[in-house]
């Protein structure tokens, strides 16, 4: 009997050194994806033509697989649109992509208005963590 009580304690002891090991070593990366904005603010006037803002997707930690763009405005005078609505990253790819904003007419000038773009991973395995993040842009409407 206390020899199997020896080998049982044994047993946790390498265990809970196991555990410790593992535990400093910290979590595994998980893959994921961030946003990059060339510029985060621009210029326009009311009814004027279209501005771009430049952005692109880059994985991190080898994240895989598509993910979708949306821009989102709480303005009834101003639109924003994403092109492509959607790209596929591979590993540490880059995918570049652009939000083109209008502000029409009877947009309130001076002013500065909030876009948000959101960027949404999918993934095909429901166990899997799918990423998502926003990035702010702002549209200076002015004079």
């Known amino acids: 009997m206390k020899k199997i009580a020896s080998l049982t304690l044994a047993g946790v002891a390498l265990l809970l050194v196991l555990m410790g090991r593992l535990a400093a070593r910290g979590p595994a990366p998980r893959a994921d994806f961030g946003i990059n904005c060339a510029q985060d603010t621009l210029r326009t006037r009311p009814g004027w033509p279209l501005v771009t803002f430049q952005l692109s997707l880059v994985g991190v930690d080898g994240y895989q697989g598509p993910v979708r763009l949306t821009c989102v405005t709480f303005n009834p005078h101003l639109t924003c649109e994403v092109s492509p609505p959607a790209v ?31 960027a949404k991973g999918e993934s095909r395995n429901i166990r899997a963590e799918t990423p998502s993040h926003t990035q702010t842009l702002h549209l200076v409407v002015g004079q």
């Open 88 to 118: 596929s990253l591979g590993g540490d790819s880059v995918a570049p992509f652009v939000v083109t904003a209008w502000a029409d007419p009877a947009t309130k000038a001076p002013s500065v208005y909030p876009l948000l773009v959101n």
